[in-house]
Each structure stands twice: as structure tokens, then as C-alpha cells.
């Protein structure tokens, strides 16, 4: 039996991951959402939404009185009775028909195009100010790009809803209503026998809805799919011209780029039937027109040649909506499958978020506690177990350990990216989940190991730790961080722009820019989360010297790759499996001659084996 090539199944994996990230809904069409998504319409209710609508109701109105004129008016009354003068009148009529048509419409376009963009900016900056409130959890369970799919795609998706859509299926609706009425006004009979054929088309339509929506959810799951495959092949280029993966990677991507493509062409060939049953219906209608409409008026007195005409205008103008609302009905459940996942992301609870009174606590000594503390990442298996820990304010506490140990779990339970599972974490005897949660962010700052460096200016990138600091106050930072001397030698200096994720900087550097962040915010808490393991021997003492005083007084919490940067920490704690094994001086450890003894010689021999 011929087995699989690894890259096969690589491939296999990743399309089942993508596939799993979207899946179509088999959902009826839902009206409470809808209504919700119309809610985004309320703060123009007074504004641009009745203007929109007046235009729209005029250019209406205009658009169902012309076939009068032309038909009863111009056939019955002026060609009828040779009226010469009321001639001139009915062209000057309908001239002013056709110009206030212009005018409303243009107004009817521009009002509704700018009500959809207003709309569409005030969705997406909800979505986008939501998603940054959420738990860091939300975050481990989906991937960057799905995320970014549901901001930009979902929401520009609804574009055309809201721009032509809505307004647009109310004139539609507005028009069939005007034109049935006027056709039963003129004549009944006439009206009963040219749309005889409409149950027979609504009941052929409605056999292709479900083809035709499942068509489409298919589509938006294979643009997510590329979307989400794009964003990350772009973030790991790096990783794939490393490994020499861009025939693989290419391949992937025709296989998605392919299946996109011919989904949508099978949307639009399962959309493109319904023109041709309203071309039917409209040739069947004008058919029974000429038909009975000449009889009646050759055998009854009820039907004149002005309204035989009037009725034809109206026909044809009656299966044009049709036909548009038919398009909108399945813009509508495009737009469904959007709102829906937008939604989704918009009914999410932030797990960390503060308590019904937080307790106000502004300044925060430093003083932590763990109790009892339970944690972890999957309700599965622990990441700590009944850690009890305390930290004295001021104090340089450091973290050490095997990878998984738990230590980046404690710095993360300080910062309260995550709550506790069991126990409590306290400062200065306060539960942090009853801290009021921005003031205690605000006293904490974290450097991690793999820093993030954001597009814009050197200057720009250490004021985010503070957005109100002054210059002088940024470069007092960087220099006590020991990023000065690298950035004088930029071209631009404070003021040279980094690119995306800080690309023309080193490793080293950037974490010098994070560090000086750090210490821009001035914390009362901070924690180096392997901070420094980027960093040369040499950055790393001039950091070290540079901040000895700045973190006097504060309380400071290291994890650290290399133990040779701790020996001067008040308490050194060392995990193993969520568990502490051993806490104390540097001193106390190396006599105890336990876990942490064999961390040093073990690491002492490597370095000098190198």
C-alpha cells in the first residue's frame, strides 16, 4: 500500500484546520439578527436615513406616474381627442418627470452609498474595539488570520447591504405595491390574467433558494479559508524560505486559489438561473397581454388603448424588482453568514474583566501573594498546583526552570492575562480580580521574549508605554535602557521608522525598544519574561547597571534563561511541572546543592564546553 508523503499530510492538516475555522451554517433566514443589523442604522435615523428615504419615495413616485402620462393621458386624451396644445403640455410634463427622476436618484445614490459607509465604519470599529477588550484566552483558541477575516471581509461584505440593499429592496417593495394597485385600478381583469403566471414563478424560485444560499455560505468559507492561508504564509515567509517549503506552500495555495475559484463560479451559475425564469415569466405576461388586453378592448368598453399601454409599462417595469429582489434575497443571506460570525465575535465575553465594584487602587505597593493557586490553560491539565508564594515589595524575584515549568504561567497570573482556576492572587492583600483592571495594568509592565515592535517611529514605539510622556522623558528611557547609543546611530534617529514589526532592527534591539517601554510606563510591578535572552552579554550588563537604581523600590519579577543574571535576586524560586521545588537566595539554593545547584553547574558546563 503506497503511503502518504509527509507534505500530503501536512497539506490535509491544514486544509482540515481552515475548513474548521468556518463552517456553513444550515440556518433559515434569521430575522432578530437582521433587525439587530439594522440597529447600526439608529444614529441615522434623524439624518442621512429619512433624506435617503425622501429621495427614494420621490424618484418613486416619479417612476409609477410616467406610464400614466404616457399611456392614458397621451393615448386617451391628447392622441385620442388631437389635442395639439395639451400635447405640448404632456411633453413638458414628462420632461420635468424625467428631470425631478434625475435629481432623486442622484440624491437617492449618494445618500445611500454615504449612509453604508458611515454604517460599515461604525461596525467595524465596534468589532475592532471589542476584539481588543477580550481575554487572552480568546486568542489561544483562534488563529490571527481568522480573526482578521471577520474585521475586513465579514464586515465588507455587508457593504453592499447597507450602501444598495436595504434602500434599495424598500423602493423595489414601495414600486411592485404602486404598480399593483395602479394595474387593478386600471383594470382587474387585465391585471388577474398578466400575472397568472407569478405563483407559478414564485413556486419555481423558491426551489433554487437552498442551492443558491448554500452556494454562497460556500464561498465565504473558501475566502476565509484563502484570507486566513494568506495572512499566515505572508507571516512566516520567513520560516518557509528557511526550510526551502515554497513549492509545498505555492501548491497549497493554488489548491485554495482553484477551490475559490470555482465556488464562485458555481454560486454565480446557480444565481444566473433565476434571470431566466423572470425573462419567462415577463414573456408569458406580455404574451397574455396582447392577447387578452386587445380582446378586451375590442369587446368591452372597460380597457381603452391608453390603458393597454400604461399596462405594458407597468409589466415590464413589474418583473425588474422581481428580479431584484430575488438578488437581494440571497445578498441577504450573504450577508446572514456574515453578520453571523461578526456576532459571534461581538457576543464574546472577556473572561478577565473587572467585578461589579472594583476596589480603586491607584498605588499599588507591590506586595504579592499567591494562595493556594490552581491554574490551567485547557481544563485538562495543570499548569500550577497549589503554588503558595509570597513577594515583598521592592523585591527582585526570580523565576527558573525547565520550559512548562509554570513560570511564565505565575508572570501571567500577575498581569492578569488570565484569572486563577483555584486560590487567589493578591497585591497588597487585594484580590487582583477585585482591582478595578486598567489601574492595576497600569502598574504592572511586562517585557517578553518575543517583543513586538509596532510600525511607526523609534520615538513612537517607547512613548506607547506612556502615550502622555515627553520627549525628553522617551530618551531618559531609552538611555537608562541602554538603547540610546543604537538609536543616535540610526539615520533618523528617535524619529527613524521601524517598518512593520520593527524589520530593520536587530533581535537585540528591539528588546532593548520593549525594555525601554517598560520603563517609560514606570511600574510598580515589573516582569522580564526571558527579556533579555536576545540580547548580547554585553546589552545585557549595560541594562543591568543602567536600571540597578530605576528598579529600586520596585517589585520585580525575572524569568530568566540565563541564571548568571539572577544571583543578586532577593528570592529565586525554581518550578518544576506547576510545582515549587526549591525557593531562596542564590546562596541558600547552591548550599542546599538540589534542582537549582544541578541548573547552574549544568548550565556552567555548557558554556564552557562552548
Known amino acids: 500500500m503506497a503511503t502518504k508523503k509527509p507534505e500530503s499530510k501536512s497539506l490535509e492538516n491544514r486544509e482540515r484546520f481552515y475548513y474548521t475555522q468556518d463552517r456553513i451554517a444550515e440556518k433559515p433566514f434569521n430575522w432578530p439578527q437582521m433587525l439587530r443589523l439594522l440597529g447600526y442604522l439608529k444614529p441615522y435615523s434623524k439624518t442621512l436615513l429619512p433624506a435617503a428615504v425622501v429621495a427614494l419615495l420621490v424618484n418613486t413616485a416619479v417612476r409609477l406616474f410616467v406610464p400614466i402620462l404616457i399611456g392614458k393621458v397621451a393615448f386617451d386624451r391628447v392622441i385620442g381627442q388631437r389635442d395639439t396644445h395639451a400635447l405640448y403640455w404632456l411633453v413638458a410634463a414628462i420632461a420635468a418627470m424625467y428631470l425631478i427622476n434625475l435629481i432623486s436618484n442622484y440624491f437617492r445614490i449618494k445618500l445611500t452609498n454615504k449612509l453604508g459607509q458611515y454604517v460599515i465604519y461604525d461596525l467595524r470599529k465596534v468589532l475592532f474595539n471589542h476584539v481588543q477588550k477580550l481575554s487572552h484566552r480568546f486568542f489561544d483558541q483562534r488563529s490571527a488570520g481568522s480573526v482578521l477575516v471577520r474585521i475586513i471581509n465579514d464586515v465588507n461584505s455587508l457593504q453592499d447591504l447597507f450602501t444598495n440593499g436595504i434602500v434599495n429592496t424598500l423602493m423595489d417593495l414601495i414600486q411592485l405595491i404602486g404598480i399593483l394597485v395602479i394595474m387593478f385600478t386600471l383594470s382587474w381583469q387585465l391585471a388577474l390574467a398578466v400575472l397568472v403566471v407569478l405563483p407559478i414563478m414564485f413556486f419555481l424560485s423558491t426551489k433554487f433558494r437552498r442551492k443558491i444560499r448554500r452556494a454562497w455560505q460556500m464561498v465565504r468559507v473558501k475566502l476565509s479559508k484563502l484570507n486566513s492561508h494568506l495572512n499566515e504564509s505572508l507571516q512566516g515567509v520567513r520560516v518557509t524560505q528557511s526550510f526551502n517549503q515554497e513549492v509545498n506552500n505555492e501548491a497549497f495555495f493554488d489548491g485554495v486559489n482553484i477551490e475559490t475559484r470555482e465556488t464562485q463560479n458555481q454560486a454565480q451559475q446557480k444565481s444566473a438561473t433565476f434571470s431566466p425564469f ?333
Do not use: C
Open 278 to 610: 423572470v425573462e419567462g415569466a415577463n414573456a408569458v405576461g406580455s404574451a397574455i397581454l396582447i392577447w387578452f388586453g386587445s380582446y378586451l378592448i375590442l369587446n368591452s368598453g372597460n380597457v381603452t388603448t391608453g390603458v393597454f399601454v400604461s399596462f405594458a409599462f407597468y409589466l415590464g417595469m413589474f418583473w425588474d424588482p422581481i428580479s431584484r429582489l430575488g438578488q437581494t434575497y440571497n445578498q441577504l443571506l450573504m450577508a446572514m453568514a456574515s453578520s453571523e460570525r461578526i456576532f459571534e465575535f461581538l457576543d464574546e465575553k472577556p473572561i478577565v474583566k473587572d467585578s461589579e465594584a472594583p476596589v480603586s487602587m491607584e498605588h499599588i505597593k507591590g506586595t504579592i501573594d499567591f494562595e493556594d493557586v490552581v491554574f490551567s490553560y485547557d481544563d485538562k491539565r495543570n499548569a500550577l498546583n497549589h503554588i503558595n508564594l509570597h513577594m515583598n515589595a521592592g523585591d527582585t524575584i526570580a523565576l527558573v526552570g525547565h520550559t512548562g515549568s509554570g513560570k511564565s504561567t505565575i508572570a501571567n497570573l500577575i498581569a492578569r492575562f488570565y484569572d486563577v482556576t483555584g486560590g487567589s492572587v493578591k497585591f497588597d492583600g487585594i484580590d487582583v480580580r477585585d482591582i478595578n483592571l486598567e489601574e492595576l495594568r497600569a502598574n504592572v509592565s511586562t517585557v517578553i521574549q518575543d517583543t513586538f515592535i509596532f510600525s511607526g517611529t523609534i520615538l513612537e514605539n517607547i512613548r506607547f508605554g506612556r502615550p502622555g510622556a515627553t520627549d525628553e522623558e522617551v530618551i531618559a528611557a531609552a538611555e537608562a535602557a541602554g538603547a540610546d547609543d543604537f538609536i543616535k546611530q540610526l539615520s533618523n534617529g528617535y524619529e527613524t521608522e521601524v517598518e512593520e514589526r520593527g524589520n530593520i532592527l536587530s533581535v537585540g534591539e528591539r528588546q532593548l525598544l520593549s525594555f525601554a517601554r517598560a520603563l517609560l510606563a514606570n511600574p510598580k510591578i515589573l516582569i522580564l519574561d526571558e527579556a533579555t535572552s536576545s540580547i548580547d552579554t554585553e546589552s545585557e550588563l549595560k541594562i543591568q547597571e543602567a536600571t540597578d537604581k530605576l528598579l529600586e523600590g520596585r517589585t520585580s519579577i525575572i524569568i530568566a534563561h540565563r541564571l548568571s543574571t539572577i544571583r543578586e535576586a532577593d528570592k529565586i524560586i525554581v518550578l518544576e511541572n506547576g510545582n515549587i521545588l526549591e525557593q531562596g537566595t542564590h546562596d541558600e539554593l547552591m548550599v542546599l546543592g538540589g534542582k537549582y545547584y544541578e541548573l547552574v553547574i549544568s548550565q556552567f558546563e555548557a558554556l564552557n564546553a562552548s
